[in-house]
């Protein structure tokens, strides 16, 4: 159930891969922004289905809702159990064995997953592999580009109304995962609609990867606006490209000045070194990381502590581990362990070591990982967080000839 049936090649009188791009292209360029079904109605055509439905994943990667030329179609559905969810989940092309064929085809921006493009064919006969997977490539390439001028996509994604608190903080994510030869990052806020202070961002930047988690104190706009200014703080120095130490003490300045005395914001500040696989960081308050290794838990790296930002005080230690290929680095916020079940008992660190130990053994992607992280909290929780919680992934893959 699993591929493209038959993976056929364009025979006579068919649309080639190269035309089919050139085509869907040309048209793009003459749709007015937000005219996203149009181009899956076009893809449709190119491809030889009969029809299709895209289906666009929700910002807590929980749910799917449609998307057509009238906007968001309905009620959103559960990813999770659907054949479309598997798809999504394993990033794998599923159709169907009988007649008429139905294509599941999941759509990612590089590595984070969008959703999912569901085509009608009449028979195998009709699938073309060679032309579906070059001309879906660019389909979500112009659906990312289409976004940033209409609202039709992030309206297609909101299975529930959203706070605009959670509304600003989701605006200062980088994409919640990405890929590459030597490293592989998920991250994820919860709850998606109601994020408050929790918030994380990463860049690559040649042989390194540096990144930042951080929690402001408090709940809403206000702890938004102050994980904001460090978040931005801390991208400055980056993009300056200060080390660590330097990036901590202006971030810190910025939420002091800004916000008074009693105001403050943990976080992790840190950069892996690809080649070498040295991981570098700065605990700023923050609860420490959980490494992950050769399939077993290997306990927290630990970091003297400085103050949090916004307190004052010097850069107590910097610490550093060589990471091994293969190797799972979880930062997280205190909400992850701290959320309780209806009975009062914690998430805790035993149970989120365990998942992230099975996780690994079972080889699932980091960002398929934190999905269902995310997602057994919400569970053992039952009835909403009682805390913001977010995790960022790193698997450091080390030299893509020995992975």
Same mark, same amino acid.
């Given at each position: 159930?699993?591929?493209?049936?038959?993976?056929?090649?364009?025979?006579?009188?068919?649309?080639?891969?190269?035309?089919?791009?050139? =085509?869907?292209? /040309?048209?793009?360029?003459?749709?007015?922004?937000?005219?996203?079904?149009?181009?899956?109605? /076009?893809?449709? /055509?190119?491809?030889?289905?009969?029809?299709? #439905?895209? *289906?666009?994943?929700? +910002?807590?990667?929980?749910?799917?809702?449609?998307? %057509?030329?009238?906007?968001?179609?309905?009620?959103?559905?559960?990813?999770?159990?659907? &054949?479309?969810?598997?798809?999504?989940?394993?990033?794998?092309?599923?159709?169907?064995?009988?007649?008429?064929?139905?294509?599941?085809?999941?759509?990612?921006?590089?590595?984070? #997953?969008?959703?999912?493009?569901?085509?009608?064919?009449?028979?195998? %006969?009709? &699938?073309?592999?060679?032309?579906?997977?070059?001309?879906?490539?660019?389909?979500?390439?112009?659906?990312?580009?289409?976004?940033?001028?209409?609202?039709?996509?992030?309206?297609?994604?909101?299975?529930?109304?959203?706070?605009?608190?959670?509304?600003?903080?989701?605006?200062?994510?980088?994409?919640?995962?990405?890929?590459?030869?030597?490293?592989?990052?998920?991250?994820?806020?919860?709850?998606?609609?109601?994020?408050?202070?929790?918030?994380?961002?990463?860049?690559?930047?040649?042989? $390194?990867? %540096? *990144?930042?988690?951080?929690?402001?104190?408090?709940?809403?706009?206000?702890?938004?606006?102050?994980?904001?200014?460090?978040?931005?703080?801390?991208?400055?120095?980056?993009?300056?490209?200060?080390?660590?130490?330097?990036? +901590? #003490?202006?971030?810190?300045?910025?939420?002091?000045?800004? *916000?008074?005395?009693? +105001?403050?914001?943990?976080?992790?500040?840190?950069?892996?070194?690809?080649?070498?696989?040295?991981?570098?960081?700065?605990?700023?308050?923050?609860?420490?990381?959980?490494?992950?290794?050769?399939?077993? *838990?290997?306990?927290?790296? =630990?970091?003297?502590?400085?103050?949090?930002?916004?307190?004052?005080?010097?850069? &107590?230690?910097?610490?550093?581990?060589?990471?091994?290929?293969?190797? #799972?680095?979880?930062? +997280?916020?205190?909400?992850?362990?701290?959320?309780?079940?209806?009975?009062?008992?914690?998430?805790?660190?035993?149970?989120?070591?365990?998942?992230?130990?099975?996780?690994?053994?079972? $080889?699932?992607?980091?960002? /398929?990982?934190?999905?269902?992280?995310?997602?057994?909290?919400?569970?053992?929780?039952?009835?909403?967080?009682?805390?913001?919680?977010?995790?960022?992934?790193?698997?450091? =893959?080390?030299?893509?000839?020995?992975?």
């Amino acid at each position: 159930m699993t591929g493209i049936p038959g993976s056929r090649t364009a025979g006579p009188g068919r649309v080639d891969a190269a035309d089919g791009v050139v =085509r869907l292209v /040309e048209m793009a360029a003459r749709l007015e922004p937000g005219s996203l079904s149009e181009l899956v109605a /076009e893809v449709c /055509e190119i491809v030889g289905a009969s029809g299709g #439905r895209l *289906f666009v994943a929700d +910002y807590g990667l929980q749910r799917f809702r449609q998307l %057509d030329s009238n906007g968001a179609v309905g009620e959103s559905q559960l990813i999770e159990g659907t &054949v479309a969810g598997r798809a999504f989940a394993t990033g794998e092309v599923i159709s169907s064995m009988e007649a008429p064929v139905v294509l599941w085809v999941p759509l990612t921006d590089g590595t984070e #997953r969008l959703g999912v493009l569901e085509f009608d064919f009449v028979s195998a %006969d009709d &699938v073309v592999g060679d032309v579906v997977d070059p001309v879906i490539a660019v389909l979500v390439l112009l659906l990312v580009t289409h976004s940033r001028y209409s609202d039709a996509w992030n309206r297609a994604r909101r299975a529930k109304a959203m706070s605009a608190a959670a509304e600003a903080q989701w605006a200062l994510l980088p994409p919640l995962a990405c890929t590459t030869a030597r490293v592989a990052i998920g991250g994820i806020l919860e709850p998606a609609y109601e994020i408050g202070g929790d918030s994380f961002d990463y860049a690559l930047n040649g042989d $390194r990867f %540096d *990144f930042a988690i951080v929690d402001a104190i408090g709940h809403g706009m206000a702890a938004v606006l102050m994980s904001g200014a460090a978040i931005n703080s801390l991208r400055n120095d980056r993009r300056a490209d200060g080390d660590l130490a330097a990036a +901590y #003490r202006h971030a810190d300045q910025v939420i002091a000045e800004h *916000f008074g005395d009693s +105001y403050y914001v943990t976080g992790q500040i840190g950069t892996l070194d690809l080649t070498t696989g040295m991981l570098t960081w700065l605990n700023a308050g923050h609860v420490p990381p959980m490494l992950v290794r050769n399939g077993s *838990f290997c306990g927290e790296l =630990r970091c003297a502590p400085s103050m949090p930002m916004g307190l004052g005080g010097p850069v &107590v230690a910097i610490a550093t581990e060589a990471l091994q290929t293969g190797d #799972r680095v979880l930062f +997280y916020t205190d909400g992850i362990t701290e959320s309780k079940a209806p009975d009062g008992t914690h998430f805790g660190p035993d149970r989120l070591a365990d998942f992230l130990v099975r996780a690994s053994l079972d $080889r699932v992607p980091a960002a /398929e990982t934190v999905r269902r992280l995310a997602a057994a909290v919400i569970a053992y929780v039952g009835q909403g967080l009682n805390d913001d919680a977010t995790m960022l992934l790193i698997d450091y =893959r080390g030299n893509a000839a020995q992975v």
